[in-house]
Structure formats: C-alpha cells, structure tokens
T-cell receptor
Framework: GQNIDQPTEMTATEGAIVQINCTYQ??????LFWYQQHAGEAPTFLSY??LDGLEEKGRFSSFLSRSKGYSYLLLKELQMKDSASYLC?????????????WGLGTSLAVNP | DSGVTQTPKHLITATGQRVTLRCSPR?????VYWYQQSLDQGLQFLIQ???????AKGNILERFSAQQFPDLHSELNLSSLELGDSALYFC?????????????FGQGTRLTVV
C-alpha cells in the first residue's frame, strides 16, 4: 500500500528552528514535495527532492533519504507568518499513472 | 497570485443537486489537476488532464466527472451531491505531465452541501 505520515501538530517559538518529519511507504517513488498552506488558502510550493541529500532555499531546507523513506523540512529563524500547515507529498510514478500522494499535513503554530 | 483561476469561490447547494466548478490554468500550462480537501481526509487527488486528455485518476467518485477543453480550461462536475461532498476543491496546473514539476494551485472553490 501507500502511506505518508507526518505529525499532526507542532509548536515552536519565534526565532527558533523547527524540523517537520515525513515518512512514506509507496511504490514507484519519483520525488517528494513540501507545500505550505495557510488556513483557507491554496497550497504553495516550498521544495522538491528527488535525490538523497539536503536542498537549501533561504530559511527553508528539505532533506530526503530514499533508502529510509524519510524526509524533513527545516525552518530556521521562525516568523509568526510561518504559522501554517506543511504538507508532504510523494510523486508516485506507476506506469502511465503519475500522481501526487499527500500527507494530512502538519499544523505549525509559531508563538511569540 | 499563482495565475490559476477558479470560479466560483463559494458555492452552497442542496443534496441531490449538480454543480460545475471551473478552472483556468496558468498561461501555457498543459496539465490540470483537481483535488478535494476536507478536514478529515486532507488533500485528495481526484484527476489529472494533460492537453485535453485524461492522464491520471485518483480517488474520484463515479458521481464526479471532469474534462479539459481545447482552450485548456477544465471543469469538474459533481452530481447527486451528498453532505459529505462539502469540501474545498482545488485546481492546480503545471507545464508538463511527466518528470513532475511543481504545481500551482488556484484559490479553491468552497462547496457547502446542505
């Protein structure tokens, strides 16, 4: 089967660092996305990893280990506006049927 | 602004009715994806079209159907609506179908079935 697991909720303090983990079990793995979604708004793209290792983009970094079925999103120098849901999505390539499988998201609350 | 336009933004309708949600992708994007997002199910992939043809199918009910027109806009038709169909419906677009690239999401249509 296919499964993506993320923590449901996390809390952190403004200025701190937080790591949001995502584990997955899926066939035909072809990359992993992280999206940010503020309440009632559309998801917006943060990062994409297809090879093992760390991808850094400003305050946000994303890591992937394909052998462990594991990824994390690292947010540094947290700001209040980072309070949002963070969605992990796996790109599954099953023959002619390519699709994204989404985790339920991690709701991050940043406190002053 | 992602460049993806969805109409209407809000829709309230009764059980048993039929509605059509519309999506205009970003200029030049050939792929359109439809998603349903509810509180308990998270973001669920429904269906993908590429240049007018169905390319991938997810958890789309038989009561739901979609199509992509020659001008690349897409419509999602929901019929025999049930209370459980109340959700946010997102459309996303991307330039290609294989070698997946990031998808750009519209602001969604919030459907309430009463």
């Amino acid at each position: 089967g296919q499964n993506i697991d993320q923590p449901t909720e996390m809390t952190a303090t403004e200025g701190a660092i937080v790591q949001i983990n995502c584990t997955y079990q899926t066939s035909g793995f072809n990359g992993l996305f992280w999206y940010q979604q503020h309440a009632g708004e559309a998801p917006t793209f943060l990062s994409y990893n297809v090879l093992d290792g760390l991808e850094e983009k400003g305050r946000f970094s994303s890591f992937l280990s394909r052998s462990k079925g594991y990824s994390y999103l690292l947010l540094k120098e947290l700001q209040m506006k980072d309070s949002a849901s963070y969605l992990c999505a796996v790109h599954q390539n099953a023959g002619n049927n390519r699709k994204l499988i989404w985790g339920l998201g991690t709701s991050l609350a940043v406190n002053p | 602004d992602s460049g993806v336009t969805q109409t209407p933004k809000h829709l309230i309708t009764a059980t048993g009715q039929r509605v059509t949600l519309r999506c205009s992708p970003r200029s030049g994007d050939l792929s359109v994806y439809w998603y349903q997002q509810s509180l308990d199910q998270g973001l669920q992939f429904l269906i993908q079209y590429y240049n007018g043809e169905e390319r991938a199918k997810g958890n789309i009910l038989e009561r739901f159907s979609a199509q992509q027109f020659p001008d690349l806009h897409s419509e999602l038709n929901l019929s025999s609506l049930e209370l459980g169909d109340s959700a946010l419906y997102f459309c996303a677009s991307s330039p290609q179908t294989g070698g997946y690239t990031e998808a750009f999401f519209g602001q969604g249509t919030r459907l309430t079935v009463v």
